[in-house]
């Protein structure tokens, strides 16, 4: 009786992953790629906002890549709000002012005058939100670098649709190493998913490296109160307060040519440390359709985790699971394949298959460490 139930389990939890991973792969085979309109005049201001902290190595090539764009200059200005660097991050900023008159610089320690917080990004992204002269607002990553025509999507996006927050696409740079290997297949899978279920309504997920929203909207959701004792959540949290609000008014830009680039994490300590970053968002969601497809995910992992354990059990068992890991493999794949081609990383997929157990791992450990554990962020020790 008990192993009939276990195997009814596991055949319940894979129907339920596979019907869920074709839906992503249904909604996003649905979106059209976006392309910027022939001879559309530049309309809107922004307000481009990085945090940065101890990004002297980085925030010199992200700046020229956003200061370089093909549009109006005087139709935006950047904001790099310093979080208490100790290297030469404020000076590589500096010196760059000399050359580009619509760079900022914020230094958040004046701001918080000693006060010690648990959220610093979401501080300094409220700091400059209130120093900002312009009515959108565009977050990125001190250590990304953006495409040349990167407002103008933005621009043409919203001459083209009533949006006050709009989620973009973010890649990874693939280093070599089988570490960035593993990270790029997992992000193409977070954007694809990320892609998907924004365009179709049904989550709130974006990257803040990638991000644009109405100032005033902002300010109507209550900006980051609510949330700002989170030490994460300065997107997805930010933009499941908007779709609240604004439910037909949260869009995802679609284009290959608005996609920001930035390097996957070195070492596989320092990975772990930005996924449980990440996983710590979870429990803090309203939106309860994303906690029970968390819920899915996490458990169906569980389940393939422990594969050697039912082979030693039971092998009816273990033969259930063994196919359940093939049929999630597959599935995946053919997922994947339309993520990878957006992208342009057709050839990551041929170690896609011998991922799959890192993976299963990687899932089970950050998932339980991002809810009971802490980890250590930009040299602070977040609970």
């Known amino acids: 009786m008990l192993i009939n139930l276990i195997i009814g389990c596991i055949v319940l939890l894979t129907l339920a992953y596979s019907v869920l991973i074709m839906l992503y792969r249904y909604w996003l085979l649905r979106l059209l790629t976006f392309t910027v309109r022939e001879n559309t005049t530049p309309k809107h201001t922004f307000s481009i906002i990085i945090p940065a902290r101890n990004e002297a190595e980085n925030i010199g090539k992200c700046l020229r890549s956003v200061l370089e764009q093909q549009y109006p200059s005087h139709f935006f200005e950047v904001i790099v709000v310093d979080d ?8 590589v900023v500096r010196a ?59 621009d043409a996006w919203l001459q083209q649709h009533n949006a006050v927050f709009v989620a973009a696409p973010v890649a990874y740079e693939h280093t070599g190493s089988v570490v960035s290997a593993f990270q ?15 365009s179709a309504g049904v989550h709130s997920m974006c990257n803040g490296a ?6 005033a909207a902002f300010y109507k959701v209550g900006g980051f109160a609510g949330i700002d004792n989170i030490a994460s959540g300065d997107d997805m949290l930010l933009m499941y307060k908007m779709q609240q609000q604004y439910p037909q008014q949260v869009h995802y830009l679609y284009s290959s040519e608005a996609v920001v680039h930035t390097q996957p994490m070195p070492t596989w300590g320092d990975f772990y440390n930005q996924r449980i970053r990440w996983a710590s968002k979870a429990s803090h969601f309203s939106d309860k359709r994303i906690f029970w497809v968390l819920v899915l995910v996490y458990c169906f992992n569980l389940v393939l985790l422990l594969l050697p354990v039912w082979l030693l059990v039971n092998v009816a068992i273990g033969v259930t699971a063994l196919l359940a890991l093939v049929l999630k493999t597959w599935i995946e794949l053919q997922f994947m394949r339309p993520v990878a081609h957006f992208y342009r990383k057709e050839k990551l997929l041929s170690v896609f298959p011998k991922m799959q157990p890192l993976h299963i791992v990687y899932i089970v450990v950050a998932g339980w460490l991002g809810k009971f554990g802490s980890y250590q962020w930009k040299q602070r020790r977040v609970h």
Not at 104 to 111: E, F, G, K, V, Y
Not at 125 to 136: H, K, L, P, R
Not at 184 to 198: E, K, N, P, R, Y
Not at 210 to 215: A, C, F, G, Q, V
């Open 210 to 215: 990638n991000l644009m929203y109405s100032k």
């Open 96 to 154: 760059l002012q000399k050359q580009y008159s619509q760079l900022r610089l914020i230094q958040l320690a004046d701001a918080l005058q000693g006060e010690v917080l648990n959220a610093y990004k979401k501080k300094a992204i409220a700091v400059a939100i209130e120093q900002s002269t312009n009515d959108y607002i565009v977050t990125t990553d001190a250590d990304c670098t953006v495409p040349p025509q990167w407002l103008q999507h933005f």
């Open 184 to 198: 790029c297949l997992d992000f193409l899978s977070l954007q694809g998913i990320t892609a998907a279920a924004v």
């Open 84 to 91: 208490h660097s100790t290297d030469t991050t404020a000076d």
